[in-house]
Protein backbone atom coordinates (compact mmCIF):
# COMPACT_ATOMS: atom_id res chain seq x y z
CA UNK A 1 0.00 0.00 0.00
CA UNK A 2 1.14 3.46 -1.13
CA UNK A 3 1.37 6.56 1.42
CA UNK A 4 -0.68 8.86 -1.01
CA UNK A 5 -1.45 11.38 2.12
CA UNK A 6 0.46 13.84 2.42
CA UNK A 7 0.28 14.26 6.18
CA UNK A 8 1.53 10.95 6.80
CA UNK A 9 4.86 11.15 5.29
CA UNK A 10 8.03 8.86 6.04
CA UNK A 11 9.73 10.58 9.21
CA UNK A 12 12.77 9.27 11.12
CA UNK A 13 13.92 6.94 8.21
CA UNK A 14 11.18 4.96 8.24
CA UNK A 15 8.22 4.34 7.16
CA UNK A 16 4.64 5.11 9.10
CA UNK A 17 2.36 2.84 8.44
CA UNK A 18 -0.70 4.01 7.11
CA UNK A 19 -4.66 3.95 9.39
CA UNK A 20 -5.36 1.23 6.73
CA UNK A 21 -2.43 -0.75 6.91
CA UNK A 22 -3.07 -0.78 10.81
CA UNK A 23 -6.76 -1.59 10.31
CA UNK A 24 -6.10 -4.60 8.07
CA UNK A 25 -3.30 -5.48 10.27
CA UNK A 26 -5.93 -6.06 13.18
CA UNK A 27 -8.50 -7.02 11.33
CA UNK A 28 -6.36 -9.85 9.55
CA UNK A 29 -5.31 -10.92 12.89
CA UNK A 30 -8.68 -10.54 14.98
CA UNK A 31 -9.69 -12.84 12.01
CA UNK A 32 -6.68 -15.26 12.15
CA UNK A 33 -6.96 -16.18 15.85
CA UNK A 34 -10.99 -16.60 15.63
CA UNK A 35 -10.33 -19.05 12.70
CA UNK A 36 -8.11 -20.59 14.61
CA UNK A 37 -9.69 -20.69 17.46
CA UNK A 38 -12.70 -22.30 16.21
CA UNK A 39 -11.23 -24.31 13.03
CA UNK A 40 -9.02 -26.33 16.02
CA UNK A 41 -11.53 -26.46 17.95
CA UNK A 42 -13.67 -27.96 16.14
CA UNK A 43 -10.78 -30.03 14.49
CA UNK A 44 -10.02 -31.13 17.82
CA UNK A 45 -13.73 -32.20 18.64
CA UNK A 46 -14.03 -33.75 15.66
CA UNK A 47 -10.69 -35.84 15.54
CA UNK A 48 -11.76 -37.08 19.26
CA UNK A 49 -15.67 -37.86 18.10
CA UNK A 50 -14.31 -39.35 15.21
CA UNK A 51 -11.94 -41.21 16.95
CA UNK A 52 -14.52 -42.49 19.42
CA UNK A 53 -16.54 -43.83 16.79
CA UNK A 54 -14.04 -45.44 14.74
CA UNK A 55 -13.27 -47.02 17.97
CA UNK A 56 -16.91 -48.17 18.22
CA UNK A 57 -16.46 -49.41 14.59
CA UNK A 58 -13.59 -50.92 15.40
CA UNK A 59 -15.59 -53.29 18.24
CA UNK A 60 -18.43 -53.49 15.81
CA UNK A 61 -16.07 -55.43 13.73
CA UNK A 62 -14.34 -57.46 15.93
CA UNK A 63 -17.59 -58.38 17.32
CA UNK A 64 -18.92 -59.36 13.83
CA UNK A 65 -15.73 -60.99 13.31
CA UNK A 66 -16.21 -62.72 16.70
CA UNK A 67 -19.89 -63.93 15.80
CA UNK A 68 -18.86 -64.95 12.00
CA UNK A 69 -15.75 -67.32 12.75
CA UNK A 70 -17.04 -69.11 15.96
CA UNK A 71 -18.39 -72.01 14.14
CA UNK A 72 -15.54 -71.57 11.62
CA UNK A 73 -13.30 -71.60 15.22
CA UNK A 74 -15.62 -74.60 16.95
CA UNK A 75 -14.55 -76.69 13.69
CA UNK A 76 -11.20 -75.56 13.32
CA UNK A 77 -11.34 -74.23 9.75
CA UNK A 78 -9.03 -71.59 8.94
CA UNK A 79 -10.20 -71.46 5.40
CA UNK A 80 -14.16 -71.26 6.43
CA UNK A 81 -12.48 -68.40 8.83
CA UNK A 82 -10.44 -66.72 6.26
CA UNK A 83 -13.58 -66.23 3.95
CA UNK A 84 -16.31 -65.53 7.05
CA UNK A 85 -13.94 -62.53 7.85
CA UNK A 86 -13.40 -61.16 4.34
CA UNK A 87 -16.48 -59.17 3.93
CA UNK A 88 -15.79 -57.26 7.35
CA UNK A 89 -11.74 -56.15 5.74
CA UNK A 90 -13.49 -53.95 3.49
CA UNK A 91 -14.58 -51.60 6.34
CA UNK A 92 -12.98 -48.30 6.04
CA UNK A 93 -10.42 -47.61 9.32
CA UNK A 94 -9.25 -51.46 9.50
CA UNK A 95 -5.66 -51.98 9.20
CA UNK A 96 -5.43 -55.70 10.15
CA UNK A 97 -7.75 -58.18 12.15
CA UNK A 98 -6.87 -61.77 13.25
CA UNK A 99 -8.70 -64.38 14.99
CA UNK A 100 -6.78 -66.22 17.56
CA UNK A 101 -7.87 -70.02 18.96
CA UNK A 102 -7.29 -70.16 22.58
CA UNK A 103 -3.55 -70.88 23.03
CA UNK A 104 -2.71 -67.98 20.60
CA UNK A 105 -2.41 -69.59 16.86
CA UNK A 106 -3.73 -67.59 14.52
CA UNK A 107 -7.22 -69.09 12.78
CA UNK A 108 -7.23 -66.61 9.96
CA UNK A 109 -5.34 -63.29 9.72
CA UNK A 110 -5.95 -60.29 7.64
CA UNK A 111 -3.70 -57.17 6.87
CA UNK A 112 -4.51 -53.79 5.04
CA UNK A 113 -1.61 -54.32 1.88
CA UNK A 114 -1.00 -50.62 0.40
CA UNK A 115 2.04 -48.48 -0.35
CA UNK A 116 2.58 -45.03 -0.95
CA UNK A 117 3.05 -41.76 1.59
CA UNK A 118 -0.57 -42.12 2.24
CA UNK A 119 -1.03 -45.56 3.08
CA UNK A 120 2.14 -45.14 5.61
CA UNK A 121 1.23 -41.68 7.15
CA UNK A 122 -2.18 -43.72 7.90
CA UNK A 123 -0.34 -46.67 8.97
CA UNK A 124 1.54 -44.08 11.55
CA UNK A 125 -1.40 -41.89 12.45
CA UNK A 126 -3.64 -45.34 12.88
CA UNK A 127 -0.73 -46.81 15.54
CA UNK A 128 -0.91 -42.98 17.05
CA UNK A 129 -4.37 -42.91 17.30
CA UNK A 130 -5.29 -46.44 18.40
CA UNK A 131 -2.62 -47.69 20.05
CA UNK A 132 -4.46 -50.80 21.95
CA UNK A 133 -6.23 -52.99 19.41
CA UNK A 134 -9.78 -53.84 19.72
CA UNK A 135 -10.41 -57.47 21.04
CA UNK A 136 -13.76 -59.23 21.12
CA UNK A 137 -13.62 -62.67 22.41
CA UNK A 138 -15.10 -65.64 20.82
CA UNK A 139 -17.43 -68.17 23.13
CA UNK A 140 -18.91 -71.28 22.21
CA UNK A 141 -21.37 -73.24 25.16
CA UNK A 142 -20.12 -70.62 27.49
CA UNK A 143 -16.12 -71.53 27.01
CA UNK A 144 -13.91 -69.29 25.21
CA UNK A 145 -12.60 -70.58 22.36
CA UNK A 146 -10.19 -67.65 20.92
CA UNK A 147 -10.38 -64.12 20.85
CA UNK A 148 -10.88 -61.48 17.16
CA UNK A 149 -7.79 -58.36 17.71
CA UNK A 150 -8.39 -55.76 15.02
CA UNK A 151 -6.42 -53.06 14.74
CA UNK A 152 -7.63 -49.32 13.22
CA UNK A 153 -5.91 -47.23 10.94
CA UNK A 154 -6.74 -43.55 10.19
CA UNK A 155 -8.25 -43.66 6.79
CA UNK A 156 -11.44 -41.61 7.83
CA UNK A 157 -9.51 -39.07 10.35
CA UNK A 158 -7.05 -38.49 7.72
CA UNK A 159 -9.49 -37.46 5.49
CA UNK A 160 -11.10 -35.40 8.03
CA UNK A 161 -8.22 -33.61 8.91
CA UNK A 162 -6.50 -32.01 5.50
CA UNK A 163 -10.44 -31.68 4.73
CA UNK A 164 -10.67 -29.78 8.22
CA UNK A 165 -7.18 -28.19 7.39
CA UNK A 166 -8.61 -27.17 3.99
CA UNK A 167 -11.59 -25.56 5.15
CA UNK A 168 -9.97 -23.81 7.83
CA UNK A 169 -7.23 -22.48 4.90
CA UNK A 170 -10.79 -22.04 3.10
CA UNK A 171 -11.89 -19.58 6.05
CA UNK A 172 -8.84 -18.01 6.11
CA UNK A 173 -8.95 -16.67 2.74
CA UNK A 174 -12.53 -15.40 3.15
CA UNK A 175 -11.54 -13.94 6.83
CA UNK A 176 -8.70 -11.89 4.75
CA UNK A 177 -10.43 -10.41 2.29
CA UNK A 178 -13.30 -9.51 4.51
CA UNK A 179 -10.67 -7.98 6.17
CA UNK A 180 -9.11 -6.06 3.64
CA UNK A 181 -12.64 -5.08 2.79
CA UNK A 182 -13.57 -4.37 6.22
CA UNK A 183 -10.13 -1.98 6.65
CA UNK A 184 -11.01 -0.01 3.43
CA UNK A 185 -14.43 0.45 4.72
CA UNK A 186 -13.29 1.47 8.24
CA UNK A 187 -10.52 3.41 6.16
CA UNK A 188 -12.99 5.43 4.47
CA UNK A 189 -14.99 6.60 7.56
CA UNK A 190 -11.97 7.44 9.81
CA UNK A 191 -9.21 8.38 7.31
CA UNK A 192 -11.61 10.24 4.95
CA UNK A 193 -12.33 13.06 7.21
CA UNK A 194 -9.09 13.46 8.73
CA UNK A 195 -7.54 14.02 5.70
CA UNK A 196 -10.48 16.44 4.74
CA UNK A 197 -9.02 18.54 8.33
CA UNK A 198 -5.62 17.56 7.18
CA UNK A 199 -5.99 19.24 3.82
CA UNK A 200 -7.85 22.23 5.61
CA UNK A 201 -5.10 22.81 7.56
CA UNK A 202 -2.22 22.74 5.06
CA UNK A 203 -4.75 25.40 3.02
CA UNK A 204 -4.98 27.02 5.73
CA UNK A 205 -0.79 26.92 6.30
CA UNK A 206 -0.08 27.51 2.52
CA UNK A 207 -2.40 30.17 1.86
CA UNK A 208 -3.65 31.80 4.88
CA UNK A 209 -7.28 30.70 4.05
CA UNK A 210 -8.82 31.14 7.59
CA UNK A 211 -12.18 31.33 6.25
CA UNK A 212 -11.74 27.26 4.99
CA UNK A 213 -13.49 24.94 7.37
CA UNK A 214 -13.11 21.23 8.15
CA UNK A 215 -16.78 19.77 6.82
CA UNK A 216 -18.90 17.46 9.81
CA UNK A 217 -17.27 14.38 10.21
CA UNK A 218 -19.73 10.65 10.66
CA UNK A 219 -17.36 9.58 13.47
CA UNK A 220 -17.60 11.60 17.05
CA UNK A 221 -14.04 12.15 17.62
CA UNK A 222 -13.06 13.14 14.46
CA UNK A 223 -16.11 15.86 14.51
CA UNK A 224 -15.27 16.92 17.45
CA UNK A 225 -11.67 17.81 16.48
CA UNK A 226 -13.11 19.59 13.14
CA UNK A 227 -15.23 21.60 15.17
CA UNK A 228 -12.74 22.34 17.44
CA UNK A 229 -10.68 22.80 14.46
CA UNK A 230 -12.96 25.16 13.09
CA UNK A 231 -13.23 27.26 16.31
CA UNK A 232 -9.40 27.52 16.25
CA UNK A 233 -9.75 28.82 12.59
CA UNK A 234 -12.76 30.89 13.42
CA UNK A 235 -10.71 32.76 16.26
CA UNK A 236 -7.26 32.72 14.27
CA UNK A 237 -9.34 34.88 11.41
CA UNK A 238 -10.75 37.43 14.30
CA UNK A 239 -7.55 38.15 15.21
CA UNK A 240 -6.23 39.03 11.79
CA UNK A 241 -8.88 40.84 11.26
CA UNK A 242 -8.76 42.89 14.62
CA UNK A 243 -5.29 43.33 13.61
CA UNK A 244 -5.45 44.52 10.33
CA UNK A 245 -8.24 46.74 11.35
CA UNK A 246 -5.57 47.85 14.05
CA UNK A 247 -2.87 48.19 11.30
CA UNK A 248 -5.40 50.08 9.28
CA UNK A 249 -5.73 52.56 12.15
CA UNK A 250 -2.33 52.69 12.75
CA UNK A 251 -1.72 53.69 8.91
CA UNK A 252 -4.18 56.18 9.31
CA UNK A 253 -2.45 57.83 12.52
CA UNK A 254 1.14 58.10 10.81
CA UNK A 255 -0.65 59.55 7.37
CA UNK A 256 -3.15 62.33 8.96
CA UNK A 257 -3.59 64.92 11.41
CA UNK A 258 -5.11 64.32 14.46
CA UNK A 259 -6.43 67.53 14.40
CA UNK A 260 -8.54 67.96 11.56
CA UNK A 261 -7.91 64.64 9.94
CA UNK A 262 -6.76 65.75 6.83
CA UNK A 263 -3.70 64.25 5.19
CA UNK A 264 -0.22 65.48 7.13
CA UNK A 265 3.22 66.64 5.22
CA UNK A 266 4.23 63.40 4.68
CA UNK A 267 1.92 61.61 2.95
CA UNK A 268 0.75 64.68 1.15
CA UNK A 269 4.60 65.06 -0.39
CA UNK A 270 4.13 61.03 -1.31
CA UNK A 271 0.06 61.71 -2.73
CA UNK A 272 1.58 64.75 -4.73
CA UNK A 273 4.19 62.67 -6.48
CA UNK A 274 1.65 60.57 -7.59
CA UNK A 275 -0.98 62.85 -8.52
CA UNK A 276 1.39 64.65 -10.68
CA UNK A 277 2.43 61.47 -12.37
CA UNK A 278 -1.14 61.08 -13.33
CA UNK A 279 -1.46 64.60 -14.39
CA UNK A 280 1.58 63.86 -16.64
CA UNK A 281 0.91 60.70 -17.90
CA UNK A 282 -3.18 62.41 -18.93
CA UNK A 283 -0.66 65.32 -20.05
CA UNK A 284 -3.26 67.75 -18.27
CA UNK A 285 -2.62 70.81 -15.81
CA UNK A 286 -2.80 69.77 -12.19
CA UNK A 287 -3.16 72.74 -9.32
CA UNK A 288 -1.92 73.61 -5.83
CA UNK A 289 -3.42 75.98 -3.64
CA UNK A 290 -1.55 76.75 -0.52
CA UNK A 291 -3.40 78.24 2.39
CA UNK A 292 -2.46 80.64 5.50
CA UNK A 293 -4.82 81.49 7.53
CA UNK A 294 -4.60 85.22 8.27
CA UNK A 295 -3.86 86.23 12.23
CA UNK A 296 -4.35 83.02 13.65
CA UNK A 297 -1.38 83.60 16.04
CA UNK A 298 -3.68 86.42 17.45
CA UNK A 299 -6.62 84.43 17.96
CA UNK A 300 -4.49 82.22 19.22
CA UNK A 301 -2.70 84.42 21.47
CA UNK A 302 -6.09 86.14 22.38
CA UNK A 303 -8.95 83.50 22.54
CA UNK A 304 -6.02 80.25 23.51
CA UNK A 305 -5.07 77.43 21.90
CA UNK A 306 -8.76 76.02 22.17
CA UNK A 307 -10.14 78.81 20.24
CA UNK A 308 -7.21 78.32 17.64
CA UNK A 309 -7.99 74.66 17.61
CA UNK A 310 -11.71 75.22 16.58
CA UNK A 311 -10.79 77.85 14.14
CA UNK A 312 -8.47 75.44 12.48
CA UNK A 313 -10.74 72.35 12.76
CA UNK A 314 -13.49 74.56 11.09
CA UNK A 315 -11.25 75.83 8.29
CA UNK A 316 -10.15 72.87 7.19
CA UNK A 317 -14.03 71.41 6.81
CA UNK A 318 -14.94 74.21 4.95
CA UNK A 319 -11.60 73.56 2.47
CA UNK A 320 -12.55 69.79 2.49
CA UNK A 321 -15.96 70.87 1.19
CA UNK A 322 -14.55 72.36 -1.34
CA UNK A 323 -12.78 69.04 -2.46
CA UNK A 324 -13.64 67.23 -5.64
CA UNK A 325 -13.70 63.59 -5.62
CA UNK A 326 -10.04 63.53 -6.58
CA UNK A 327 -8.40 66.22 -4.95
CA UNK A 328 -6.71 66.23 -1.88
CA UNK A 329 -6.47 68.50 1.06
CA UNK A 330 -3.24 68.47 3.85
CA UNK A 331 -2.57 70.35 6.99
CA UNK A 332 1.29 71.35 6.57
CA UNK A 333 1.57 72.15 9.85
CA UNK A 334 0.70 75.00 12.00
CA UNK A 335 -2.16 77.06 10.28
CA UNK A 336 -0.81 76.51 7.16
CA UNK A 337 -3.21 73.95 4.84
CA UNK A 338 -2.29 73.13 0.84
CA UNK A 339 -5.44 71.66 -1.40
CA UNK A 340 -4.32 69.51 -4.76
CA UNK A 341 -6.86 69.68 -7.40
CA UNK A 342 -6.04 66.53 -9.73
CA UNK A 343 -5.54 66.69 -13.16
CA UNK A 344 -7.54 68.25 -15.34
CA UNK A 345 -7.15 71.50 -13.32
CA UNK A 346 -6.43 74.80 -15.09
CA UNK A 347 -5.59 77.92 -13.74
CA UNK A 348 -9.29 79.57 -14.11
CA UNK A 349 -10.41 76.75 -11.83
CA UNK A 350 -7.87 76.81 -9.19
CA UNK A 351 -9.06 80.81 -9.40
CA UNK A 352 -12.54 79.51 -9.21
CA UNK A 353 -11.98 77.42 -6.12
CA UNK A 354 -10.12 80.60 -4.49
CA UNK A 355 -12.72 82.78 -4.74
CA UNK A 356 -15.40 79.69 -3.33
CA UNK A 357 -12.78 79.24 -0.58
CA UNK A 358 -12.48 83.13 0.23
CA UNK A 359 -16.49 83.14 -0.25
CA UNK A 360 -16.46 80.44 2.27
CA UNK A 361 -14.46 82.23 4.98
CA UNK A 362 -16.67 84.94 5.00
CA UNK A 363 -18.58 83.53 7.52
CA UNK A 364 -17.36 83.84 10.91
CA UNK A 365 -16.59 81.01 12.64
CA UNK A 366 -17.76 80.21 16.37
CA UNK A 367 -15.11 79.63 18.79
CA UNK A 368 -16.27 77.27 21.98
CA UNK A 369 -16.78 79.78 23.94
CA UNK A 370 -19.73 81.46 21.36
CA UNK A 371 -17.85 84.03 20.29
CA UNK A 372 -17.93 84.66 16.57
CA UNK A 373 -14.37 85.24 14.61
CA UNK A 374 -13.60 86.08 11.14
CA UNK A 375 -10.96 84.13 9.51
CA UNK A 376 -9.66 84.85 6.31
CA UNK A 377 -7.38 83.28 3.97
CA UNK A 378 -3.84 83.72 2.49
CA UNK A 379 -3.90 81.60 -0.94
CA UNK A 380 -0.89 80.90 -3.48
CA UNK A 381 -1.54 78.83 -6.44
CA UNK A 382 0.96 77.06 -8.60
CA UNK A 383 0.15 74.77 -11.66
CA UNK A 384 1.80 72.04 -13.03
CA UNK A 385 3.58 71.89 -15.20
CA UNK A 386 3.27 75.55 -15.59
CA UNK A 387 5.34 76.51 -12.65
CA UNK A 388 7.30 73.93 -11.92
CA UNK A 389 8.63 70.53 -13.08
CA UNK A 390 8.33 68.49 -9.83
CA UNK A 391 6.33 68.46 -6.31
CA UNK A 392 8.98 69.88 -4.55
CA UNK A 393 8.84 72.58 -7.15
CA UNK A 394 5.69 73.03 -7.00
CA UNK A 395 4.67 73.32 -3.24
CA UNK A 396 8.11 76.49 -3.03
CA UNK A 397 5.95 77.90 -6.19
CA UNK A 398 2.46 78.13 -4.30
CA UNK A 399 4.16 78.63 -1.18
CA UNK A 400 6.12 81.76 -2.83
CA UNK A 401 2.32 82.73 -4.53
CA UNK A 402 0.73 82.57 -1.09
CA UNK A 403 3.27 84.54 0.76
CA UNK A 404 2.51 86.98 -2.09
CA UNK A 405 -0.81 87.11 -1.44
CA UNK A 406 -0.40 87.52 2.45
CA UNK A 407 1.73 90.85 1.91
CA UNK A 408 -1.27 91.86 -0.38
CA UNK A 409 -3.28 91.20 2.62
CA UNK A 410 -1.10 93.03 4.79
CA UNK A 411 -1.02 95.94 2.37
CA UNK A 412 -4.33 96.10 2.39
CA UNK A 413 -6.34 94.57 4.64
CA UNK B 1 -31.56 -86.45 -6.21
CA UNK B 2 -30.74 -83.33 -8.14
CA UNK B 3 -32.51 -81.60 -5.44
CA UNK B 4 -30.39 -82.87 -2.43
CA UNK B 5 -27.15 -82.17 -3.47
CA UNK B 6 -27.82 -79.15 -4.04
CA UNK B 7 -29.32 -78.71 -1.17
CA UNK B 8 -25.85 -79.84 0.42
CA UNK B 9 -23.42 -77.96 2.02
CA UNK B 10 -20.13 -79.30 3.11
CA UNK B 11 -17.45 -78.53 5.51
CA UNK B 12 -13.70 -79.44 5.06
CA UNK B 13 -11.61 -80.25 7.98
CA UNK B 14 -7.88 -80.61 6.87
CA UNK B 15 -5.92 -82.85 9.10
CA UNK B 16 -2.71 -80.70 8.91
CA UNK B 17 -3.63 -77.96 9.59
CA UNK B 18 -5.11 -77.02 13.11
CA UNK B 19 -6.01 -79.61 16.02
CA UNK B 20 -2.84 -81.41 17.64
CA UNK B 21 -4.16 -84.47 16.53
CA UNK B 22 -3.39 -83.62 12.74
CA UNK B 23 0.33 -82.34 13.45
CA UNK B 24 0.79 -85.69 15.77
CA UNK B 25 -0.46 -87.53 12.50
CA UNK B 26 2.27 -85.63 10.55
CA UNK B 27 4.70 -87.16 12.55
CA UNK B 28 3.18 -90.34 12.82
CA UNK B 29 3.48 -94.20 12.07
CA UNK B 30 0.47 -95.77 9.97
CA UNK B 31 -1.27 -97.33 12.74
CA UNK B 32 -1.82 -93.74 14.08
CA UNK B 33 -3.45 -92.42 11.13
CA UNK B 34 -6.72 -93.98 11.84
CA UNK B 35 -6.35 -92.89 15.71
CA UNK B 36 -5.83 -89.28 14.43
CA UNK B 37 -8.80 -89.10 12.24
CA UNK B 38 -11.11 -90.78 14.90
CA UNK B 39 -9.82 -87.72 17.29
CA UNK B 40 -10.65 -85.30 14.48
CA UNK B 41 -13.90 -87.00 13.82
CA UNK B 42 -15.26 -86.99 17.47
CA UNK B 43 -14.07 -83.57 17.70
CA UNK B 44 -16.23 -82.74 14.56
CA UNK B 45 -19.14 -84.67 15.87
CA UNK B 46 -19.03 -82.61 19.12
CA UNK B 47 -18.78 -79.70 17.27
CA UNK B 48 -22.14 -80.61 15.54
CA UNK B 49 -23.68 -81.82 18.20
CA UNK B 50 -22.95 -78.29 20.01
CA UNK B 51 -24.99 -75.96 17.49
CA UNK B 52 -27.96 -78.66 17.50
CA UNK B 53 -30.68 -77.39 19.61
CA UNK B 54 -33.27 -79.64 20.73
CA UNK B 55 -36.51 -78.79 21.84
CA UNK B 56 -36.46 -78.88 25.68
CA UNK B 57 -33.54 -78.32 27.66
CA UNK B 58 -31.20 -81.47 28.67
CA UNK B 59 -28.71 -81.86 30.58
CA UNK B 60 -26.48 -84.37 28.44
CA UNK B 61 -26.85 -85.63 24.93
CA UNK B 62 -27.21 -89.07 24.29
CA UNK B 63 -25.32 -90.06 21.25
CA UNK B 64 -26.42 -93.46 19.58
CA UNK B 65 -24.72 -95.52 17.61
CA UNK B 66 -25.69 -97.62 14.91
CA UNK B 67 -23.78 -99.87 12.62
CA UNK B 68 -20.33 -100.51 12.69
CA UNK B 69 -18.25 -96.85 12.78
CA UNK B 70 -15.16 -96.58 10.96
CA UNK B 71 -13.88 -93.53 12.97
CA UNK B 72 -16.17 -94.12 16.09
CA UNK B 73 -13.37 -95.07 18.63
CA UNK B 74 -13.25 -91.90 20.00
CA UNK B 75 -16.76 -90.42 20.25
CA UNK B 76 -16.79 -91.94 23.94
CA UNK B 77 -14.35 -89.37 24.84
CA UNK B 78 -15.70 -86.56 23.44
CA UNK B 79 -16.45 -84.29 25.97
CA UNK B 80 -19.43 -82.12 25.67
CA UNK B 81 -19.19 -78.71 25.63
CA UNK B 82 -21.29 -76.47 27.48
CA UNK B 83 -21.93 -78.49 30.68
CA UNK B 84 -23.63 -80.93 28.54
CA UNK B 85 -22.32 -84.24 28.86
CA UNK B 86 -22.09 -86.55 26.09
CA UNK B 87 -23.20 -90.43 26.35
CA UNK B 88 -22.23 -92.83 24.15
CA UNK B 89 -24.98 -95.31 23.23
CA UNK B 90 -24.47 -98.59 20.55
CA UNK B 91 -28.06 -99.08 18.89
CA UNK B 92 -29.27 -102.53 18.47
CA UNK B 93 -30.03 -104.24 15.44
CA UNK B 94 -33.35 -103.81 15.31
CA UNK B 95 -33.27 -101.23 18.06
CA UNK B 96 -35.47 -97.58 16.86
CA UNK B 97 -33.44 -94.83 17.68
CA UNK B 98 -36.95 -93.07 19.24
CA UNK B 99 -37.68 -95.70 21.93
CA UNK B 100 -33.90 -95.91 22.28
CA UNK B 101 -34.09 -92.29 23.77
CA UNK B 102 -31.07 -91.33 21.50
CA UNK B 103 -30.56 -87.07 20.90
CA UNK B 104 -28.26 -87.97 17.98
CA UNK B 105 -27.72 -90.89 15.52
CA UNK B 106 -24.07 -91.48 14.42
CA UNK B 107 -24.75 -93.93 11.02
CA UNK B 108 -21.54 -96.18 10.61
CA UNK B 109 -21.39 -98.95 8.56
CA UNK B 110 -24.52 -100.76 7.61
CA UNK B 111 -27.11 -101.74 5.22
CA UNK B 112 -28.54 -98.79 2.87
CA UNK B 113 -32.30 -100.17 3.38
CA UNK B 114 -31.80 -100.08 7.53
CA UNK B 115 -29.76 -97.09 7.09
CA UNK B 116 -32.80 -95.23 5.45
CA UNK B 117 -35.26 -96.65 7.74
CA UNK B 118 -33.28 -95.60 11.04
CA UNK B 119 -32.98 -91.91 9.21
CA UNK B 120 -36.61 -92.29 8.18
CA UNK B 121 -37.29 -92.90 12.00
CA UNK B 122 -35.31 -90.67 13.33
CA UNK B 123 -36.66 -87.32 11.41
CA UNK B 124 -39.73 -88.00 12.81
CA UNK B 125 -37.97 -87.36 16.76
CA UNK B 126 -35.80 -84.35 17.71
CA UNK B 127 -32.74 -86.43 16.59
CA UNK B 128 -30.29 -84.94 14.65
CA UNK B 129 -28.63 -87.66 12.42
CA UNK B 130 -24.50 -87.89 11.33
CA UNK B 131 -23.96 -89.97 8.43
CA UNK B 132 -20.52 -91.36 8.71
CA UNK B 133 -20.05 -93.40 5.16
CA UNK B 134 -21.78 -91.02 2.99
CA UNK B 135 -19.46 -88.83 1.07
CA UNK B 136 -22.44 -87.57 -1.34
CA UNK B 137 -24.87 -87.01 1.18
CA UNK B 138 -27.43 -88.94 -0.39
CA UNK B 139 -28.85 -91.17 2.39
CA UNK B 140 -31.26 -88.46 4.13
CA UNK B 141 -28.62 -88.24 7.22
CA UNK B 142 -28.85 -84.21 8.02
CA UNK B 143 -24.46 -84.16 8.44
CA UNK B 144 -22.50 -86.45 6.46
CA UNK B 145 -18.65 -86.73 7.31
CA UNK B 146 -16.06 -86.98 4.51
CA UNK B 147 -13.48 -88.77 5.43
CA UNK B 148 -10.43 -87.85 2.92
CA UNK B 149 -7.15 -88.99 3.21
CA UNK B 150 -6.02 -85.66 4.25
CA UNK B 151 -8.69 -83.76 5.29
CA UNK B 152 -12.04 -83.99 6.63
CA UNK B 153 -15.31 -82.50 5.95
CA UNK B 154 -19.03 -82.34 6.17
CA UNK B 155 -21.91 -81.87 4.10
CA UNK B 156 -25.02 -80.35 5.03
CA UNK B 157 -28.80 -81.70 3.78
CA UNK B 158 -30.81 -78.58 3.77
CA UNK B 159 -33.72 -80.73 3.40
CA UNK B 160 -33.23 -83.27 5.84
CA UNK B 161 -32.38 -79.86 8.23
CA UNK B 162 -35.37 -78.26 7.52
CA UNK B 163 -37.68 -80.94 7.95
CA UNK B 164 -36.09 -82.77 11.37
CA UNK B 165 -37.58 -81.47 14.33
CA UNK B 166 -34.27 -80.13 15.73
CA UNK B 167 -32.96 -77.21 14.97
CA UNK B 168 -29.34 -76.38 13.48
CA UNK B 169 -27.71 -73.21 14.64
CA UNK B 170 -27.18 -71.03 11.40
CA UNK B 171 -23.61 -70.29 11.87
CA UNK B 172 -22.78 -73.75 10.52
CA UNK B 173 -24.77 -72.46 7.66
CA UNK B 174 -21.99 -69.92 6.95
CA UNK B 175 -19.26 -72.54 7.02
CA UNK B 176 -21.54 -73.58 4.00
CA UNK B 177 -19.28 -74.95 0.94
CA UNK B 178 -19.70 -77.17 -1.79
CA UNK B 179 -18.85 -80.60 -1.58
CA UNK B 180 -15.91 -81.87 -3.61
CA UNK B 181 -16.11 -81.89 -7.46
CA UNK B 182 -19.00 -79.34 -7.22
CA UNK B 183 -18.33 -75.52 -7.55
Not at chain 1, 11 to 36: E, K, N, Q, Y
Not at chain 1, 163 to 185: F, H, K
Not at chain 1, 196 to 216: G, K, Q
Not at chain 1, 304 to 318: F, I, P, Q, Y
Request: glycine share 10%; charged share 20%; proline share 5%.
Amino acid sequence: MSLRDPTLRPSRGGRLPSIRDVLSRVHFRVTLAAVMMAGITVLLAGLIVMRAYAYHNLSLVAQSASFTVEAALVFDDPVAAQEGVAPLTETEGLASLTVLRADGRPLAAWQRSGGGFSYRLEQAVGRWAFAAPVRAPIRHEGQLLGEVVVHGDAGGLERFVVAGLLGMLACLIVTAVAAILLARRLHESIAGPLQTIASVAHAVRAERALDRRAPPAGIAEIDELGRDFNALLAELEGWQASLRDENAALAHKARHDPLTGLCNRGSFEALLDEALGQAASLGRPAALLYLDSNGFKETNDRFGHAAGDAVLVEVARRITSLLGPRDLAARMGGDEFVMLLAAPADRAHALAIADRLRAAMADPIALPDGTPILSSLSIGIALYPDDAEDAHGLVRAADAAMYADKERHRQSP
Amino acid sequence: MFVIAASTLSFAWPFLAGASAGLTLARSPVPRVAEGRSIAVAQMVRGILSYTRWPGAMASIRLCVAGAPLYGAKLAETEGAGGRAIQLRSLLPGEGPGAAGCDGLYLGRMAAAERSQLIAEAHGQAIVTIDENDPACRAGAMFCLAVEPTRLSFQLNLDAVSRGAVRIDPKVLLLARAPEGQP
